[in-house]
């Protein structure tokens, strides 16, 4: 089989698809992908990790309001859609299926157009303006939350899950927390800002430090890449807590999620699907600056099902944070409580939904 994967801009977009790509690898070794993303975006380093063949193409997203940037997208979007009309004449696959962010328009649109089975996955509750308009021109739309499924075309629909939801699922714990330099069998808060990390929970975060260095739990905090040289001064000058480790980005999340108790972070789609299928309960402080709010939306999903507790990032202090914390990890009841609500949520066979909705448009293509 050849597939073209596009998806991108964050992890968020990125993540599924790298899983759906090992899912079919696995059951078809034989199969070659294509994966084409940005340079920008920060799929251009987390697939080229991965030895996938990557091919960038270059795409802005629309301004909601009129501006003439809108006149360069569209520009840059009959650009994309022309290149990825050669790509797909040159490589011949067998389907396309777009994840989500603005690259995965330009080539699921020229998929279409060429004829080529094509299927968007759409991993939040509200749908983004990439996949509104891809719905449109593809045989399938796969979803996650019953919600998205009023904005999409009825019978083109299917609740799938997230694949990376499958992709954590019974993976081992192998000492990876004492490898960066915490302890094991301590309960122990992942706090992240999502893929590309988030100022304000840096800044909510270093005003904890000295509080949580005295906690009887400990902390991995990943900053994102780009703050991760101004945290780590801010924290030099607090003095460095035993118990709490900063990271930039961690690339073997699947592994490390194994030996995590609590996570504290945004609400995107992907790192939802992630908790859920581990049944973790998680500390949500939704992104405000997202397309129509949709990060609330998502973390509702989770609290109205008590897996989650939800800060709004209005009111985010490290008060707050720190209450938060104590809250879960101080209350063994109530972390067990959350954990079977969460897991309730899960969908760890999203990777299998998705793969065969794909091999059965490939199949009815070849009939
Ligand atoms: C600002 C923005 O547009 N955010 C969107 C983006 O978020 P974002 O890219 O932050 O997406 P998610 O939080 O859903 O997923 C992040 C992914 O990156 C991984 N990860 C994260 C940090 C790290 O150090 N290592 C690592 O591997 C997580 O395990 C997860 O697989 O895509 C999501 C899924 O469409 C949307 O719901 C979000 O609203």
Redesign the pocket.
Known sequence: MKIIVSGGG????V?PALALIRTIKKKHPDTTFLYIGTEKGLEANIIRRENIPFEAVEITGFKRSFSFENIKTLVRFFKGVKRSKQIIKDFKPDAVIGT?GYVSAPVVYAAAKKKVPAVIHE??SVPGLTNKFLSRYVQKVAICFESAKEFFPAPKVMLTGNP?ASEVVGKDGRGELAKLGLKENVPTALI?G???GARPINEAVIKSLTQLANKPYQILY?TGEVHFETVKREVELIGDSPNVAVVP???N?EEVLTEIDVVV????????A?VTALGLPSILIP?P??TNN??EK?ASVLTSAGAATMLLEKDLSSQKLISALDDILLDDKKRKNMSEASKKLGMPDASDRLYNILLDLIQSGRN
């Open positions: 964050t992890g968020g977009h993540y989500g991993q939040n990376r992240t999502g893929s590309r990943i980005f961690i690339h999340m972070g945004r609400a995107g789609a992907t790192s939802l992630e992104s600056y997202v949709h990060q998502n």
